[in-house]
């Protein structure tokens, strides 16, 4: 369960296709990536890009929680902004992920999960196993400093969650599915 999460859409008069109407919100949780749709208290008023407290007890702006929704039910505007929302969420959470890539392993004998991030081919695996082996990373500054080819390593996470969340991957490493393969 999540217990905070980033607005990515704000519809003031719910949806169109929906009998009642009220404000709600489609977000995305700061923790598990959980794309969700709330409702809103009446006095609440939000906006795009902040963070709101979804979890249980006394909520400032949300009503209830309606339900978890996939990315396809998220609107274009949600879409639009969902990339800048998830890169803040993962430079917010920078020593989850370099721990993610000091003790990232095989999946198999063929795949590695550092293979499955985008743009890590095997020749960048090769270097960040043999850079981890000297030392652990730190920081993104640190990894970008000791792998050269690795400029942007917040939107390498922000690309595979975004992928994840499309329902692209076959491997979910930073997300729950939507839905049971």
Same mark, same amino acid.
């Given at each position: ?12 008069? $719910?949806?169109?296709?929906?009998? %009642?109407?009220?404000? +709600?919100? #489609?977000?995305? *949780?700061?923790?598990?990536? @959980?794309? +969700? ?11 795009? *890009? @902040? %963070?709101?407290?979804? !979890? ?8 209830? =929680?309606?339900?978890?929704? $996939?990315?396809?039910?998220? @609107? &274009?505007?949600?879409?639009?902004? +969902?990339? &800048? ?13 370099? &721990? ?5 392993? /095989? =999946?198999?004998?063929?795949?590695? #999960?550092?293979?499955?991030? /985008? !743009?890590? !081919? ?30 942007? /390593?917040? !939107?390498?996470?922000?690309?595979? =969650? ?12 930073? @997300?729950?599915? #939507?839905? /049971?393969?």
């Amino acid at each position: 369960m999540e217990d905070y999460a980033w607005v990515v859409e704000y519809l003031p008069a $719910g949806k169109a296709t929906d009998m %009642k109407k009220e404000p +709600l919100v #489609q977000l995305v *949780g700061n923790q598990f990536f @959980t794309l +969700l749709e709330a409702s809103l208290k009446n006095e609440a008023s939000v906006l795009v *890009g @902040t %963070k709101l407290f979804v !979890g249980k007890g006394d909520r400032e702006e949300v009503d209830r =929680i309606k339900r978890r929704i $996939g990315y396809e039910e998220l @609107t &274009n505007g949600a879409k639009e902004i +969902l990339p &800048n929302v998830v890169k803040r969420i993962v430079e917010e959470h920078e020593p989850l992920f370099i &721990n993610f890539l000091n003790k990232a392993a /095989p =999946i198999s004998m063929r795949v590695h #999960q550092l293979d499955l991030l /985008p !743009g890590i !081919g095997k020749r960048n695996m090769e270097e960040i196993l043999k850079e981890r082996e000297k030392a652990p990373f730190e920081s993104f500054e640190d990894l970008k400093s000791r792998v050269s080819t690795i400029s942007d /390593p917040a !939107g390498v996470f922000t690309h595979r =969650i975004i992928s994840e969340l499309e329902g692209k991957e076959r491997y979910f490493l930073f @997300t729950k599915p #939507q839905r /049971p393969y």
